[in-house]
């Protein structure tokens, strides 16, 4: 800032629309500008002073008018991805080289026989220390939550961020407040996230390490994990990277990360990861923790085998082939161990069938195909979309369309194919919703930005939905806005048809049919009762915390008809919104409240609706209300009745047993009884048998 007399003169904040300031240049590192000469191809040259543009329109209006004064074939834009600029030459001359001398940092110097020349990524500082947490992740924001931070020497200490920080400033203050660690956190050279450095004085022991403490603030944040190696910085860049494999074919520099489509090959930390038995019956552990290319893992299994099985590149480039020298009559096989997968990653899991002492492996290079491309990135949480169109073109048909989750400038992002040549392009850029409120002349007016083409908070109960642009010099759009009151009475329609369908309920089950004579389960049900005439008499209660012309119901046009059901007097209820609507809404809508001594909150003054809550939490609260404990009295009376029933069956069941226990000795006897009588008459018999012979 500058002072002169009592003036105090800031600097630029805003770049303009769809533009971005100078000095967020080169992750907000960039010196200030200065000249940059330019020759085009046919030998024409100029210098453009760079020196007051402040914003990237105005370097590319500078250059671009210096070289249309100069009569120059030049032309300054923005690259294809958005994130540089290029200098092109339009002559269509090849007699002299394209030559740039750039001093203010933009990254254009060149002396080249091309008509074109880029300055790369510009690295846009994206994030500042101002920047509020709400912002990052596409607008998803920052988890209030705690994370741990380990520093080389294996020094910890948690980091709360439950106490309402809101900016990545205040995050970075929080982390350099911690004494415990020799860790300095900052913003990041590109500008694109929080850097943590080491600054323990010795020997570097551990890598800088940072843990979820139960919560996924660390990860919100970019900075969850692990420093690549000891003494190394944690870079917590906001940049997705997807990695797809680039070539069909390997050779003894090819990445491990890089083979089967991206996707790598498992290598368990510390342990070996695979075993090989030779047809010499003898086992060797092959361990790849540490290694990183083709060749290393080739030379790993001479190594451990002692040159017995070496493994080289197949014929075709595409998988390994390892070779036993051995003899003997066990079999030539490679195993994955520890719960490894790296043997099968590397496609050389299998058994020497034939006997020939050779393991053909599998290919383990998979071409990346679009769909590939597409599912990795859906699969990055990046906060873009993926997918697959049909152009309908006859060679080349299918293109790859990526789109930011997010609507408006929140969700604008970058892609870099690093030299794949994918061909992307931008179609939509992600900007805000502009307006000029109040006025067509910007300096007179107050611009306002949405991320959604919808204003709701312009003008209060208004929603403003854009359906275009002003086209340039077109008048301002007046809009005209009057109250809708249509809401109002379908609202109060939707009131007035609830309560009566609550009032047929209670009719259903509290009812008596004189002439079937059948009774509602609920009939003379005492909370059915208290209910039913807790609702009515809310309807024509008196509302007087309400202070407006309207305090209760009737003056609206809502009473009790036949059938104890409301009604609504449609004339009466429009005269009332006519004259005062808002004393209609507030009739409805009213609630006062206030703080006690424990900071808990106390409705003090209730309208209708704020009262019928009040009523129906009472009735219908699930552990204390009013039906809640009927239904826990009648599951009582239920399981009182169970128990009774219980206990007369279990007596039942006794007296049927002891009953059954007499009748069978009753039997009994009776069966003895009648072989007594059975003998006595073969007695009888007998007697008179032999008296007769006498």
Same mark, same amino acid.
Request: aromatic share 4%.
């Given at each position: ?13 805003? +770049?303009? /629309? ?44 500078? /250059? ?20 540089? *600029? ?38 846009? %500082? ?32 948690? /980091? ?84 797809? +494999? ?9 990445? !491990? ?8 090959? $498992? ?52 998988? *390994? %082939? ?39 492996g599998e290919p383990i290079v998979v071409t990346t195909t679009l769909q590939d491309l ?13 997918? /697959? ?20 400038? +929140?969700?604008?992002? !970058? ?56 086209? $340039? ?99 009466? !209820? ?14 409805f809508t009213f609630q006062s409240t206030t703080r006690d001594e424990d900071n808990a ?50 007596? !039942? ?42």
């Amino acid at each position: 800032q500058s002072v002169a007399a009592d003036t105090i003169t800031g600097t630029r904040q805003l +770049a303009g /629309i769809n533009s971005r300031l100078v000095r967020n240049l080169n992750g907000g590192s960039i010196a200030a500008l200065g000249t940059i000469s330019i020759s085009d191809r046919a030998g024409t040259d100029f210098t453009a002073d760079l020196s007051a543009a402040v914003s990237i329109d105005d370097i590319l209006n500078t /250059i671009n008018d210096a070289a249309a004064a100069a009569g120059a074939g030049i032309n300054a834009g923005l690259n294809a991805t958005g994130n540089g *600029l290029t200098i092109t030459d339009t002559t269509g001359s090849t007699a002299n080289a394209l030559k740039i001398a750039d001093s203010g940092g933009l990254n254009l110097d060149a002396n080249v026989n091309e008509s074109s020349v880029s300055s790369g990524n510009l690295q846009f %500082r994206y994030v500042s220390e101002a920047t509020r947490l709400s912002q990052l992740n596409n607008g998803q924001g920052v988890a209030p939550g705690r994370f741990t931070i380990t520093d080389t020497a294996g020094n910890e200490a948690t /980091i709360d961020l439950r106490q309402g920080e809101s900016t990545i400033g205040e995050v970075i203050d929080e982390i350099n407040s911690k004494s415990t660690i020799a860790i300095n956190a900052r913003i990041n050279d590109n500008g694109d996230g929080i850097l943590l450095e080491d600054t323990n004085v010795g020997t570097p022991a551990f890598a800088i390490t940072v843990e979820e403490a139960g919560s996924s603030t660390a990860a919100d944040l970019g900075i969850l994990g692990a420093a690549a190696s000891p003494g190394a910085a944690l870079d917590g860049s906001f940049e997705t990277t997807i990695n797809i +494999a680039a070539a069909e074919t390997i050779d003894g520099a090819t990445l !491990l990360s890089d083979l089967n489509g991206g996707a790598g090959v $498992d290598v368990e930390a510390t342990a070996p990861d695979f075993e090989i038995q030779t047809a010499s019956d003898e086992t060797f552990s092959v361990n790849l923790t540490g290694l990183t290319t083709v060749q290393q893992v080739i030379d790993a299994v001479s190594t451990a085998t002692g040159g017995l099985v070496t493994a080289s590149i197949n014929a075709d480039d595409d998988g *390994l %082939r390892l070779v036993d020298s051995s003899t003997g009559t066990a079999t030539f096989s490679v195993t994955g161990v520890n719960g490894s997968d790296a043997a099968e990653d590397l496609g050389i899991t299998a058994t020497d069938s034939d006997s020939d002492g050779v393991i053909d492996g599998e290919p383990i290079v998979v071409t990346t195909t679009l769909q590939d491309l597409a599912d990795r990135i859906n699969s990055s949480d990046a906060g873009v979309l993926a997918t /697959i169109i049909n152009d309908g073109s006859p060679n080349s048909p299918f293109r790859l369309s990526l789109t930011s989750e997010t609507t408006g400038s +929140a969700g604008a992002f !970058l892609v870099e194919d690093n030299g794949l040549n994918l061909g992307i392009n931008p179609l939509i850029e992600g900007e805000d919703a502009v307006v000029f409120f109040g006025s067509n002349d910007p300096a007179r007016s107050v611009l306002i930005t949405s991320s959604s083409n919808s204003l709701d908070t312009v003008i209060q109960g208004a929603t403003i939905d854009l359906i275009s642009a002003t086209p $340039d010099g077109a008048p301002p759009t007046t809009i005209n806005i009057s109250r809708d009151t249509a809401p109002i009475v379908e609202n109060i329609q939707s009131f007035v048809d609830a309560f009566n369908s609550v009032i047929d309920i209670f009719d259903q089950f509290d009812t008596f049919d004189t002439e079937t004579e059948e009774r509602g389960l609920l009939l003379g049900d005492p909370t059915v009762s208290r209910a039913r005439s807790g609702l009515f008499s809310l309807i024509t209660r008196n509302f007087g915390d309400v202070e407006d012309q309207f305090t209760n119901l009737s003056q609206v046009g809502i009473r009790i008809g036949s059938g104890t059901r409301l009604e609504i007097d449609t004339e009466r !209820l429009n005269n009332a919104i006519a004259t005062d609507v808002d004393a209609v809404e507030n009739l409805f809508t009213f609630q006062s409240t206030t703080r006690d001594e424990d900071n808990a909150l106390v409705v003090t003054g209730r309208g209708v609706a704020s009262t019928f809550t009040e009523l129906l939490d009472s009735l219908t609260d699930s552990v204390d209300g009013s039906f809640a404990r009927r239904v826990d009295t009648i599951d009582n009376q239920i399981e009182a009745n169970q128990r009774r029933i219980d206990n007369l069956t279990l007596s !039942l069941d006794n007296r049927r047993a002891q009953l059954t226990s007499e009748f069978n000795a009753l039997e009994v006897t009776l069966s003895r009884l009648q072989g007594q009588q059975d003998s006595i008459a073969n007695l009888a018999n007998l007697a008179a048998q032999t008296s007769g012979s006498g």
